[in-house]
């Protein structure tokens, strides 16, 4: 076993057995330009565990129960990105100004239940879930007629922790309007901002594999972004499947623009590089589409 000095990287092989690691678990795939960042995270597992070497956390992993608790610490470090609420204004512009207020219309119209399901998928610590929420209840008036849901899943069990607090710091809060912040929001002593009840009782967190079936309900809207371009052509294949499974006929799915699915996703119709519809087509009672 190589003992860890303050600047080690894993050797190569050391990376390809942490990767395989990655891949059979979430489908992430880790490749060689990531050793530092891979390193520098696994430090400091090492150093909470008291381990010298990087074959020895590697043995560790291999041997506790698919359920331990040092499974999600070490997911949460090798799958942490930056998030922050609305990000992306392009698809916020869309939801708040094009979907919201048709299915809004069609609501009041009697041409579609007052119900609105979102999913957002690889949520991390909420920020897309909390912006989606926003945005429903800022358009969907008056509120109380409506009946909405906004799911947010992530693979860590940490950042789904966080994302149950719905407690956003100054830097993830920059791109929320004004508005927004005033209505849906609370600044606490610490400069952090807090959700309020009204926004808290629209959303909720659970931990979730992507590359297997969800237990829900069907979606009207899923939101799977930043997510897919860390995953190779078989795991995306397995994470489209699971949203095509909880996606309603004629749904929306939002992708990020480089996700890399279109010849994935030929099926569902695409109005823009990152807006795709389900099929018009009838549900089986198993969520498989005829």
Same mark, same amino acid.
């Given at each position: ?152 899943? #992530?693979?860590?069990?940490? !950042?789904?922790?966080?994302? =149950?607090? @719905?407690?956003?710091? /100054?830097?993830?809060?920059? %791109?929320? &309007? ?11 002593? #610490?400069?952090?901002?807090? !959700?309020?009840?009204?926004? =808290?009782? @629209?959303?909720?967190? /659970?931990?979730?594999?992507? %590359?297997? &079936? ?32 909880? %996606?309603? &006929? ?41």
């Amino acid at each position: 076993m190589i003992t860890v000095s303050q600047n080690a990287d894993v050797t190569p092989q050391q990376l390809d057995r942490y990767a395989r690691l990655v891949y059979e678990k979430i489908g992430v795939t880790i490749s060689a330009q990531k050793t530092t960042l891979l390193s520098n995270r696994l430090r400091r597992r090492l150093r909470a565990l008291n381990l010298d070497c990087y074959d020895a956390y590697y043995e560790l992993l291999r041997k506790v129960a698919a359920d331990d608790p040092e499974w999600d610490e070490f997911l949460n470090e090798v799958t942490t990105h930056e998030t922050y609420l609305f990000r992306d204004e392009t698809h916020w512009n869309w939801l708040r100004n094009v979907y919201l207020p048709q299915i809004l219309l069609e609501g009041r119209a009697g041409r579609r239940p007052k119900s609105l399901r979102v999913w957002s998928a690889a949520c991390s610590t909420g920020d897309e879930a909390t912006s989606i929420a926003c945005c429903a209840a800022d358009r969907l008036t008056p509120m109380n007629e409506w009946k909405i849901e906004v799911f947010g899943s #992530d693979v860590g069990a940490g !950042a789904v922790a966080q994302a =149950r607090k @719905l407690t956003f710091g /100054e830097r993830a809060m920059r %791109l929320v &309007p004004a508005d927004h912040k005033r209505r849906f929001f609370d600044r606490l002593t #610490d400069g952090t901002h807090a !959700a309020k009840p009204m926004l =808290r009782e @629209l959303v909720r967190f /659970e931990t979730h594999n992507l %590359l297997y &079936p969800l237990k829900q309900p069907a979606f009207d809207l899923i939101f799977l972004k930043n997510v897919l371009i860390y995953f190779d052509v078989a795991s995306k294949r397995k994470v489209l499947e699971t949203v095509r499974r909880a %996606l309603k &006929p004629g749904g929306m799915l939002v992708t990020g623009a480089a996700e890399g699915v279109a010849e994935l996703i030929k099926d569902m119709e695409s109005t823009s590089g990152w807006l795709h519809r389900s099929p018009m087509r009838a549900a089986t009672a198993s969520g498989v589409r005829t």
